[in-house]
């Protein structure tokens, strides 16, 4: 089947550039290319066939000193990282950047024993290269999801291979970038040389991650299953949460966005009696099939795309992948264009569900560290993690991902309508039983989203709205959504801050 094409506003961009060749600069086996100043485009078919090769023949392009992109989340290149390792520790590589958000499997270009050979350079921290990164092995970019393909866009990084997996070619020669079209795109588009795994359990999708076969420098038959995230059990707490957002802060016709985790799983289960909700999200997980199912979502009343689901990239299960696949009610976009605030704020009520690791009594929100520790999650497998206490313990407790929270926060906050809803949500305390509303933020901690930002904070104790309230009213929302067992210490320490006590 045919997928058709949606411009996103850096494709646009592109295709008004002025159109020149460039060579490899030496690198062997790349072969001239048409690109754009700005970016390559590349969905035209082009008169030129990639080379079918073995995955450690295809990787021993890459040399010392190189740049490397790899696709991401459900689309890591699995096989062509495994190949990538050999090729660098066989041929003594050295200083081989690898750019990536999150990436599934064992990433073993950040373990140990390639340190000096490969670096990781995340733009989001996940459990694979999260110990590497504090042990300072590898390096964490902070960045909005949204800003990512400016990086390469505006070279700020150049990209000399891109590793990404996609969908077998189709009778046109077209494949999809499939579960993952996010910043790969973009790096798909600036790169210099495209090394393909094409797997044909990668779904075809929709939008803007169409490329021709023809834009490939090489492929490599990857058949593999897709890494899966599969919902774990709820807690009492995380479904209260849920139930408390879905009733309270969920209207008909809202458009949501949620990442994956407890938490939003718990939000969706709970909106079974919802009518004509949207999804325009930069990512989504299997709890929308279920709404699909029921009737729930019809994407009805949105700006972009109506009648079509939004999103960038998709983590979950075999079940959520054969959603997608060739399924013209999904859309996959660039993540410039889903997490664009202007877009967003253009869709009706905009309801956006985030999480955190703390908040202070005045609204500032700590999601991607803990302490002096940089910290990022995609799903519960990862989130059980270390928390920092003062006396340098670290115990088990979930928190959530950043690289999109402040794009919805923000997106839903000046949303047109006035209706929009910006939702942070977490368990009041932490798996020891220790406050998560606190009167400072732990040192080093860094605040993601400001006290400017905040506007719905929930707890299973309820729902706090800071928008509007000043410091003292905020100590008081705040503290009445804490656990009973902190309050009082709570009230204490918010005096000691304000010199006056917390009040409505």
Request: aromatic residues 8%; proline residues 6%; contains cysteine.
């Amino acid at each position: 089947m045919f997928s058709f094409k949606m411009f996103s506003t850096s494709s646009l961009l592109a295709a008004t550039c002025r159109v020149v060749t460039r060579r490899g600069a030496g690198r062997k086996n790349i072969r001239p290319r048409t690109y754009y100043t700005y970016s390559h485009e590349p969905f035209h078919p082009l008169k030129r066939e990639p080379r079918w090769q073995t995955a450690y023949e295809a990787v021993s392009v890459i040399k010392s000193d190189d740049v490397v992109f790899v696709h991401g989340a459900a689309a890591t290149p699995i096989l062509l990282l495994k190949a990538l390792t050999k090729h660098g520790k066989e041929n003594n590589l050295s200083n081989v950047t690898i750019c990536h958000i999150h990436t599934e499997g064992p990433a073993l270009y950040a373990q140990p024993d390639c340190d000096g050979i490969f670096r990781s350079n995340s733009f989001f921290i996940g459990a694979n290269c999260r110990t590497a990164v504090n042990e300072g092995r590898a390096d964490f970019v902070p960045i909005f999801l949204s800003e990512i393909p400016l990086l390469f866009h505006r070279k700020i990084i150049n990209i000399d291979v891109a590793l990404v997996q996609v969908s077998p070619p189709d009778k046109h020669g077209f494949c999809s970038l499939g579960t993952s079209v996010d910043c790969a795109r973009a790096a798909v588009q600036n790169a210099r040389y495209i090394i393909g795994q094409v797997n044909p359990c990668m779904p075809r999708t929709f939008g803007d991650g169409v490329i021709h076969k023809s834009h490939f420098d090489s492929m490599v038959d990857g058949l593999a299953n897709l890494p899966e995230h599969k919902p774990k059990d709820r807690s009492d707490v995380e479904n209260q949460i849920g139930k408390l957002i879905a009733e309270e802060l969920v209207e008909d016709g809202a458009t949501l966005q949620m990442g994956i985790g407890n938490i939003p799983d718990a939000v969706l289960a709970s909106l079974t009696n919802h009518r004509d909700l949207g999804i325009h999200s930069e990512m989504f997980s299997d709890g929308v099939v279920d709404l699909v199912e029921a009737g729930c979502i019809t994407n009805t009343f949105k700006m972009f795309h109506p009648g079509k689901i939004t999103g960038s990239f998709i983590v979950g299960t075999r079940r959520l992948f054969d959603f997608v696949d060739n399924n013209p009610f999904v859309v996959m976009c660039d993540v410039s264009f889903v997490n664009s605030i202007p877009v967003i704020a253009k869709n009706p009520k905009v309801t956006a569900i985030n999480s955190c690791i703390e908040v202070d009594l005045t609204g500032q929100v700590v999601s991607d560290s803990i302490g002096t520790k940089m910290y990022s999650a995609m799903s519960d497998e990862d989130l059980e993690t270390f928390v920092y206490t003062p006396k340098t313990h670290f115990h088990k407790q979930p928190t959530k991902r950043v690289g999109g929270q402040v794009d919805f926060i923000r997106g839903a906050a000046v949303g047109r309508d006035g209706c929009g809803k910006p939702i942070l949500a977490m368990p009041s305390t932490t798996s020891r039983g220790e406050s998560k509303i606190v009167p400072f933020l732990k040192k080093g901690g860094g605040v993601v989203t400001t006290r400017a930002h905040v506007h719905y904070i929930v707890t299973e104790f309820g729902i706090a709205d800071l928008f509007g309230k000043n410091l003292r009213q905020r100590a008081y929302e705040l503290i009445q959504i804490a656990h009973p067992n902190h309050r009082e210490t709570l009230e204490k320490e918010a005096f000691d801050r304000l010199q006056c006590m917390p009040s409505p």
